[in-house]
């Protein structure tokens, strides 16, 4: 009885992950460029879900650990590129004076440390809610996501075009 109640589960996980991703799909296709970052975020959580294999119980406790650590990387993310582009700027300018730029150097230097040191506790925070094995399938999840984004965005399941293209050979993943 538990080998089927775990079949269900799962399977109903799966559908549920499946239809997220399609629905996603659907709206993306009617608003294409509007809403990408939306769809990415939607297509990732359905995606570690899935991955994770997560419980309703381990869903309602992992999703707001998750979303907290991803609004600090954003927001460091935002202070690397703000500090970036205000050192960009003060080099195209002819009135920078050297430590004005030196400044904005030592500042775009501190935001990088920090977009570093922004992650260090993360497992922490993960293996509070989640068994360490999950924890490991997420960092793999978000890696395999990364990969497959980037993969999609090239054209094709190897980079090389879309697969469905005519002469397309598929060729060694890399």
């Known amino acids: 009885m538990n080998f089927i109640n775990s079949f269900i589960m799962k399977t109903l996980r799966l559908f ?37 294999d997560l419980t309703p119980e381990e869903a309602q406790v992992f999703w707001p650990v998750y979303n907290q ?3 600090n990387r954003g927001e460091s993310q935002k202070a690397v590129m703000a500090s970036y582009r205000a050192l960009l700027e003060a080099l195209k300018s002819d009135t920078a004076t050297e430590k004005e730029i030196d400044k904005l150097l030592d500042e775009y230097l501190a935001a990088k440390l920090a977009q ?4 260090k506790d993360d497992v922490t925070k993960f293996r509070k809610v989640l068994p360490g094995k999950k924890v490991a399938k997420l960092y793999v999840a978000e890696e395999k996501f990364r990969r497959n984004h980037l ?9 090389h075009g879309h697969a469905n ?10």
């Open 16 to 52: 549920a992950a499946m239809t997220a991703i399609t629905l996603f799909s659907m709206s993306a296709t009617a608003q294409p460029k509007k809403n990408w970052k939306e769809r990415i975020q939607s297509e990732k959580i359905a995606f570690i879900t899935m991955e994770l």
């Open 116 to 119: 570093k040191n922004v992650g």
């Open 69 to 71: 650590i991803e609004k």
């Open 165 to 174: 293209a005519p002469g397309h050979k598929p060729g060694p993943r890399k």
């Open 151 to 159: 993969r999609n965005m090239k054209g094709g399941h190897n980079g």
